[in-house]
């Protein structure tokens, strides 16, 4: 599965710098943390979950109940702070990379999903995948665009103390529109059919049919601190 190999790496693009200390935000239930267990010292997770908490501190690790925006550590306390899928759920991405920023000693580590829109069986990909995210608000879900790289950087790219570099990586797996479909009309049941959100799903349909559909892809961005 892509999806496996983006997180594979990632993993060696965090693991490059041989930080001692990672904090992750957004750790959800442990999935990047534990792909680096074993070669980093310290790895202390944060998440809004208390449930994801509990879960995390049963396996061993250090972690913490808290936002992404407000991180209950003192400047420089980690290595590397890690955001893995994290940052289309993130409310204020700005606030969330500053924080992040003044939490590392040397620097961000980025992973999330990327669309090429430059082609037209990405496109409609994207559009489903914004079309899905509607549905996940409503129901009071964080669930944010995902974010090209301008957008991503756009908090620190006046910053003169810091450097950065990104990949963009897309493998060109096709997608089963029919299991898209009915995968839709399941999420559509839930909001009793609305008729804006059925028409906006007829439409993406019809592109989906004649554009095919690809998976997304993975962005991966690191920050370093000058020092």
């Known amino acids: 599965m892509s999806d496996d190999i983006y997180r594979g790496e990632f993993r060696e693009r965090v693991l490059s710098g041989r930080p001692r200390s990672i904090l992750e935000v957004g750790a959800g239930n442990g999935t990047f943390l534990r792909t680096v267990k074993g070669d980093v010292g310290r790895l202390t997770a944060l998440d809004p979950s208390a449930e994801h908490v ?83 608000r409503r129901d009071g879900m964080v669930h944010n665009d995902t974010m090209p790289p301008g957008a991503m950087l756009a908090p620190v790219l006046a910053w003169r103390d810091v450097t950065y570099d990104y990949v963009c990586r897309r493998f060109a797996t096709a997608v089963n529109v029919d299991e898209t479909m009915q995968h839709c009309r399941e999420l559509l049941a839930k909001v009793q059919n609305d008729a804006t959100l059925t028409r906006e799903y007829e439409d993406l349909i019809a592109a989906g049919r004649r554009d095919g559909m690809t998976e997304e892809g993975a962005i991966m961005v690191t920050i370093e601190k000058r020092h």
């Open 54 to 136: 509990a879960q995390l501190q049963l396996e061993g690790f250090e972690a913490v109940e808290g936002s992404a925006e407000r991180l209950p550590f003192p400047d420089g306390e980690f290595d590397v702070v890690v955001f893995s899928y994290t940052p289309h759920h993130v409310t204020d991405w700005a606030e969330a990379l500053h924080e992040a920023l003044r939490v590392s000693r040397n620097g961000v580590e980025i992973l999330d999903v990327w669309y090429d829109d430059t082609i037209a069986d990405q496109r409609t990909s994207h559009a489903f995948d914004r079309w899905m995210k509607t549905i996940h």
